[in-house]
């Protein structure tokens, strides 16, 4: 019989960064009810506190570690510093807004209690520890995502990038609940430690219980991977990044990212670190695959990036090039004895693609026009002349993702290089190195066109203060990570996943 | 693992199939079927059919019909939870209130917006 | 005394706040305070430098590892034994390079302020300038290849900065420019490949990137010698330590004071630890410095050792190095290794095949050409090579490789000199060819050799910059006056930097066409000039290497210097003898004292420079052992670098190589002399006596094309590269993917469904409920087109696609097995 659980079991103290943000969002949807309609700025500083209050929880708990919600959430390390990562995203990305949603004429209250409970999905995924809960919190980050797309309306270009988020969207959700339930008609449970319990008697019993668990998991990786845009199932990410106002670009790049590779770390890492296909096999069954989602995402990304006019479009496939990377790593995970160095190398490469990536949105934010125009990259052409700031401040971001050292994006690659290579992913690590050197190519374009080529520099009206705020934190987050990584290896030296703290 | 467990749900779902199915091949059975192609058009007042059959509507329409189908999944919800109040005890009650308050909220945003004045 | 190393961050430092200062308030500061600030800051490194030579002499040149504060956890994460400290070296190998870098990047700073004079974006060249001596400075002060490889890309950041400063000049100049630049950012990207590769492969084997980890001894030979003579046991100890390099070595004189040797790096500073921390010895030291604890490394376990020892150890163990698929014997991993940083030095040192940056690079203001693209940055693969010269000695088939590209690089680029009209463009295939003389050195094993080579040559290569930038100056100026005299007709096409524009510059500007000479001559190696006495070392090591290898590099060598003599002559009668060719050169006058002041004190270095390494047994040509005796005995130089360069070794003198290359140079002077003396450099239409000769003809094109080396990177590469880049941009990608995969089969694909299911309707062979079926479908399809106005379905196939091909690779293993 089913034993009636108290509140004290829910552990609710463990779950309070997560929860408290879910709670601000429903508590600004209704603040934001009383705020008048020229001032909703205010509902963005209300919105950023309650931001703040989160970051506070986090760092509070941050050492703390335990499961909440009757096993199905855990609160470790992992969850305390991918939490880091996406409040900073969402804090920047109020910032980023701020100005931008004035000048576009689209100032509405409800954006910002859409992008809080959007971040609120992403925690509830770097913390999720069963299968439903993934799927939940995979819906509740990317619902508000669909919304914000959109929220240029009536504009055709807005619209579009939201439908087509959505459809697709759901189609790959779909995807990942089928994942979900054939891994549950393999193993009888959601729950991922349990899951990784059942893994070794399907190993020794093989047949068809083997067949569905690889199914499932080939169908997780399916749901999860359309989330951060990797080869092949990225094909929306060029047309909704360009179509979607570009605060809202900065914010699902990083923030969609954070949280599709959290679940995906989560489920491979927790629950099926040791599915090899025969007893004796150091590399998980899925390594094959992942290695090769990865490879093929590395090379298309960076190639098709070379041939981008506009800069978003850029941005885009750039950013699918860096979901290859991190891909990389999550292959890496599935060597035996590798998955908790490949994890930590994850986390750093998110960090280092959280601050550069929101800088560079940031810029290109600030040069376009009030009504979503010239995003090109020959608008860049003679911004070292009439912006010499922002022209520094971008290239540092274009030299950290291509990866030149003293930037945040080397100290990335070079753990992912790192845990691939000790992963004896030899061949991966030498394409890695190989795209990342033609990436070269479209970043230092951008750089060329600010410096070298001769042309009126754009007046950058986008530039005004709170945006100037934002790209300011990015950059000194790069330039940090870049000089002193170890002030973020350090903190994820601490972190300790899950694997460890439940079946070991 | 024990699919028995299934046994009921599987039984509704084969019982509700084999009626659905029943009812409309019954009417097809027993009722006279004699299709000419005037029988077969979309009806429209013995008009020959003009446009389409989707036509815009109001969008209040589907508001109202969203509406609905939240407070209906309340509902749904709410029942069995009643049926086993008393097991569940303050457990219970603290998560329904959880969930009544999100609702609350949503209903709270959509009153003060004007969603539920029709014009 | 002791203390004196800790002052080695000062050196990075320094160039790093005069650039903060320059970047942040140069505009406002003005042209005086932010051009002797820069020069200021270059200035007091070089005294830092000076300072830490002064405690080598004084300490028996013990290395020293230095942990700046603040810096010490740079990379580090405990758990997965990854440990890369901030460490800076001192030893005489980097405090070498750290005085050149300093010491001829000081001059060319002051030089610069003469020479940039009224550029708007003066401050900001400062900036730059002292920019690239921070990552310089990082790149020979690290003690491990990362931070080696920091500043290398660093170096290769500021070079890419400073050839494109003028991006903006009028009429396409700057244009082409910045193509100038970003040719060189991209062939250096190939040798930073090879060299991450390098860096990778490194760690792999080694498990650590330090060269030495403190307290570790990097020459044993030395350091036995040393401790056996500070304890008074030096006849005993003296002749182990000949006999491991008997061979080569003559000296041996109770003169050489610490001679062939090894050495250590006894003392671990760090931070303020450092009294503590140092031998016992240390209180009363008032006397002389400690005697070393050990003479050797058996005490250090094997995972305690850097690179270079490990390397060793793993050679007397004959390990292997597993690969996970495969597992290599350390011999043939130290080929792989060597090889991946050869590329890499092929890429900053401008060799064969990746040369082909330097020459363009040229663009750049003179002073960059001279302290980057002369004197220092390009030297960096030498360096780098001489620093990891235990892994080149230990891996013959590289040294070979090396060998050859090092001579075929000295011969080609001093041919392609030949015919050259552009005064700069002739010295930087000079440096490409001279580079090769070093790259040479280094893979017959002459390590020393090599470092003299590039000391030397950055003094009289940064004397003949410095000096072509005064001509430039002086030329332009000249134009300048006269253009402004009379409307001058043809003020589009001038070039300034056209030998043709010049000559008799010999009365206009004095003392540039003496110290002029001063570099030609040691460029040519004529006694007693620096240039003769460190090519020549590079001669006689190749002669002693006795084998194939090193004698056809010794004939490559010795035509690539009678070229070198020639071209140079060439120059010089073209610039500065005859008479004025046009209005310019006739009003051409002298330089300011800033940019004068510099070119003499280099003269006076490329003099001179030359008698600190002169080898034993030199007869006439040291004049009978006067500057033997001056400089405390032959071949100090090398003896000097011997602590911290373990095969370091000194050439035996080779008075007839010696003779044959003096003569051959003096021939080819002569013969130069011939051509293009009395005034007949330049024929009158404008071309080279040597072209209009019909039997030097074919030989002089060849020069003047390059050897069509350009065109055929060109070709083989860019176009091919280009047209892949567009192919997969606009084929694959659009007219593949959106307009084939979507048009035609997605949506023709549609309409034939809907064509087959309607179409036997209209038919009238199905009728009612098949007929609404058909239509359905491509309502359907239409209203799926009208609501997704972009490509949406062609996605979810993919997508879809994307499944599948997951799935099967998923299921192939286990269907594969059988199962």
Request: hydrophobic share 20%.
């Given at each position: 019989m089913f034993q009636v659980p108290t509140i004290a079991d829910l552990n609710l103290g463990l779950t309070l960064p997560a929860l408290s943000l879910a709670l601000g969002a429903c508590v600004l949807l209704l603040l934001d009810l009383f705020v008048p309609r020229e001032r909703k700025e205010i509902t963005a500083w209300l919105a950023m506190a309650g931001i703040a209050v989160s970051f506070v929880l986090n760092l509070a708990g941050f050492n703390e570690s335990g499961t909440a919600f009757l096993g199905t959430f855990a609160a470790d390390q992992f969850t305390g510093f991918l939490n880091i990562v996406i409040l900073i995203t969402a804090f920047l990305g109020v910032l980023l807004s701020l100005d931008y949603l004035k000048r576009a004429k689209i100032e509405r209250g409800e954006y910002y209690v859409l992008l809080l409970l959007s971040a609120a999905g992403m925690m509830f995924m770097s913390s999720a520890n069963d299968l439903i809960v993934v799927f939940i919190a995979l819906e509740l980050l990317s619902i508000p995502l669909y919304i914000m797309a959109t929220f240029?309306?009536?504009d055709l270009k807005s619209e579009e990038s939201g439908m087509k988020y959505f459809i697709l969207g759901a189609f790959a959700g779909a995807f990942f609940v089928y994942g979900a339930a054939l891994v549950y008609g393999a193993?009888?449970?959601?729950?991922l430690p349990e899951i990784f319990a059942a893994v070794n008697g399907i190993i020794a019993a093989g047949g068809s219980q083997m067949f569905l668990l690889l199914m499932g998991t080939g169908l997780i990786l399916v749901g999860l991977g359309f989330k951060v845009a990797v080869v092949p199932f990225h094909m929306w990410t060029p047309d909704v990044y360009e179509g979607a106002p570009t605060p809202v670009t900065a914010f699902m790049s990083v923030g969609a990212k954070a949280g599709g590779f959290a679940g995906l770390l989560r489920i491979m890492v927790v629950a099926l670190p040791v599915f090899v296909l025969k007893d004796g096999q150091t590399a998980a069954a899925w390594q094959q695959t992942f290695w090769l989602v990865a490879a093929a995402t590395l090379i298309l990304g960076n190639i098709v990036a070379i041939a981008q006019t506009n800069v978003k479009r850029m941005l885009a496939y750039s950013s699918i090039a860096h979901a290859g990377y991190i891909m990389m790593a999550v292959a890496a995970a599935g060597t035996a004895g590798v998955a908790n160095e490949a994890t930590r190398a994850a986390l750093l490469y998110l960090m280092a693609y959280m601050f550069t990536n929101l800088g560079a949105f940031g810029i290109a934010l600030a040069i376009e026009k009030d009504d979503g125009?010239?995003?090109?990259?020959?608008?860049?052409?003679?911004l070292a002349k009439s912006k010499p700031a922002l022209a520094a401040m971008m290239t540092v971001f274009m030299l950290s993702l291509t990866g030149i050292?003293?930037?945040?994006g080397f100290v990335g690659k070079w753990f992912v290089f790192k845990s691939a290579l000790d992963a004896g992913l030899v061949p991966l690590a030498i394409i890695g190195v190989l795209t990342s050197v033609i990436s070269a190519f479209y970043y230092v374009r951008i750089i060329v066109n600010m410096y070298l080529k001769d042309g009126e520099g754009d007046p950058a009206a986008g530039a005004t203060r709170y945006v100037n705020w934002a790209i300011y934190v990015a950059f000194a987050g790069t330039l940090l990570m870049g000089i002193f990584p170890w002030i973020a290896t350090n903190l994820s030296d601490t972190v300790v996943l899950a694997v460890e703290m439940f079946v070991r | 693992m024990a699919l028995q467990e299934f046994a009921p749900a599987a039984a509704l779902l084969g019982l509700s199939v084999l009626v659905a199915l029943l009812v409309v091949m019954l009417s097809r059975l027993l009722g006279p079927h004699r299709p000419t192609s005037r029988k077969q058009a979309p009806y429209e007042s013995g008009m020959k059919p003009i446009g389409q059959a989707v036509r815009r509507m109001p969008v209040k329409f589907y508001l109202v019909a969203v509406l609905f189908i939240i407070f209906d999944i309340e509902v749904i919800f709410f029942l069995p939870w009643a049926v086993v109040f008393r097991d569940l005890g303050v457990y219970g009650l603290i998560i329904m209130g959880v969930f009544l308050f999100i609702l609350t909220v949503g209903f709270i945003y959509e009153w003060k917006k004007g969603a539920l004045e029709w014009e | 005394m002791e203390n004196l190393p800790q002052l080695v961050p000062l050196v990075v430092f320094i160039p790093l706040v005069g650039m903060i200062i320059n970047l942040l308030w140069g505009a406002r500061l003005g042209e005086q305070w932010a051009g002797w600030i820069g020069s200021g800051a270059a200035i007091l490194s070089f005294l830092v430098s000076f300072l830490l030579l002064t405690y080598l002499t004084g300490s028996n040149y013990q290395s020293v590892v230095v942990n700046p504060p603040f810096l010490d956890g740079w990379l580090s994460i405990g758990s997965i034994n990854l440990e890369i400290p901030w460490q800076q070296r001192v030893d005489t190998l980097s405090v070498t390079m750290m005085l050149v870098v300093t010491g001829v990047g000081s001059l060319i700073h002051i030089y610069a302020i003469g020479y940039m004079h009224g550029d708007e974006r003066f401050p900001r060249f400062f900036a730059f300038l002292n920019m690239f001596l921070v990552f310089m400075l990082i790149l020979v002060t690290g003690n491990n290849f990362l931070m080696m490889f920091v500043g290398w890309e660093g170096v290769g950041l500021c070079s890419y900065l400073l050839i494109g400063f003028w991006f903006d000049k009028a009429k396409g100049v700057g244009w082409k420019n910045s193509l100038a630049a970003r040719k060189a950012m991209i062939l250096n990207r190939i040798g930073d490949f090879g060299m991450l590769m390098g860096i990778f492969l490194i760690f792999w084997t080694f498990g650590t990137l330090d060269y030495y980890k403190p307290g570790e001894i990097a020459n044993v030979e030395y350091q036995e010698h040393l401790v056996a003579q500070l304890t008074g046991e030096h006849g005993e100890a003296a002749a182990p330590a000949e006999g491991e390099h008997g061979a080569t070595t003559t000296e041996g004189e109770a003169a050489a004071p610490a001679a062939e040797g090894e050495h250590t790096e006894a003392p671990v500073a760090e931070g303020e630890h450092g009294e503590a921390a140092a031998p016992a010895a240390e209180g009363e030291h008032a006397v002389g410095p400690a005697i070393p604890?050990?003479?050797?490394?058996?005490?250090?376990a094997t995972d305690q050792l850097g690179v270079f020892g490990k390397a060793q150890r793993m050679l007397e163990d004959g390990a292997e190095v597993n690969f996970g698929v495969v597992s290599l014997p350390i011999e043939t991993v130290l080929v792989l290794i060597t090889l991946f940083l050869l590329l890499g030095a092929t890429g900053k040192s401008a060799q064969i095949p990746l040369f082909v940056w330097l020459p363009d690079a040229m663009a750049g203001p003179t002073p960059v050409s001279a302290l980057i693209h002369a004197a220092t940055m390009v030297t960096a693969g030498v360096y780098m090579m001489v620093r990891s010269n235990v892994l080149y000695h230990n891996a013959e088939t590289t040294s070979l490789v090396v060998a050859l590209i090092g001579a075929t690089t000295a011969l080609a680029a001093g041919y392609i000199a030949i015919g050259q009209w552009d005064i700069k463009r002739v010295l930087a295939y000079s440096t490409i060819s001279q580079l090769g003389f070093m790259v040479a050195a280094v893979g017959i094993g002459a390590y020393g050799a090599a470092m003299f080579h590039l000391v030397t040559h950055a003094f009289f290569k940064a004397l003949l910059f410095l000096g072509s930038g005064s001509v430039i100056h002086g030329v332009e100026h000249g134009h300048h006056d006269v253009s402004h005299g009379h409307d001058h007709h043809h003020d589009h096409d001038f070039d300034p930097q056209d030998m043709r524009n010049m000559g008799g510059l010999r009365n206009k500007m004095p003392i540039t066409f003496l110290t002029y000479l001063v570099g030609t001559l040691a460029l040519a190696g004529i006694w007693p000039f620096a240039g003769f006495w460190s090519k020549d070392e590079i001669l006689a090591d190749a002669w002693l290497s006795n084998t194939a290898g090193g004698y056809v590099v010794l004939a490559m060598l010795v035509i690539a210097a009678a070229f070198t003599a020639f071209y140079m002559w060439r120059q010089i009668e073209m610039v500065f003898f005859g008479k004025p060719r046009t209005e310019a050169a006739e009003h051409a006058h002298e330089s300011t004292p800033a940019m004068l002041w510099p070119l003499v004190i280099l003269a006076f270095f490329a003099l001179l420079a030359g008698f600190y390494n002169v080898p034993a047994n030199a007869g006439p040509f040291t004049i009978f052992g006067f500057f033997e005796w001056l400089f405390g005995g032959a071949h100090s130089f090398t003896v000097f670098l011997e602590p911290s360069v373990a095969y370091a070794h000194a050439g035996e003198f080779q008075g007839g190589i010696a003779a044959v290359a003096l003569i051959l140079a003096l021939g080819a002077i002569l013969l130069a002399r011939r051509v293009y003396?009395?005034?007949?450099?330049?024929t009158a239409d404008n071309t080279d006596p040597l072209y209009v000769n019909p039997a030097t003809r074919q030989i002089w094109s060849l020069a003047n094309a390059r050897l069509y080396w350009d065109e055929t990177y060109n070709r083989l590469l860019e176009q091919p590269f280009n047209a892949i880049g567009n192919f997969l941009a606009h084929t694959l990608d659009w007219t593949f993917w959106h307009d084939y995969v979507h048009e035609k089969v997605v949506g023709r694909g549609f309409n034939a469904l809907g064509d087959l299911l309607s179409s036997p309707v209209d038919l009238g062979i199905i009728d009612g409920i098949v007929n609404g079926l058909g239509r359905l479908v491509s309502w359907l399809a239409g209203g799926l087109r009208r609501i997704q106005t972009g490509y949406v379905r062609t996605y979810a196939i993919t997508l879809l696609l994307g499944v599948v091909l997951v799935i099967i690779i998923l299921l192939l293993p286990m269907l594969q097995s059988g199962s």
């Open positions: 240029r309306a009536p193993t009888g449970t959601t729950n125009s010239d995003t090109g990259v020959d608008n860049f052409i003679g050292p003293l930037t945040g | - | 604890e050990y003479v050797n490394n058996d005490h250090i003396g009395d005034n007949k450099s330049v």
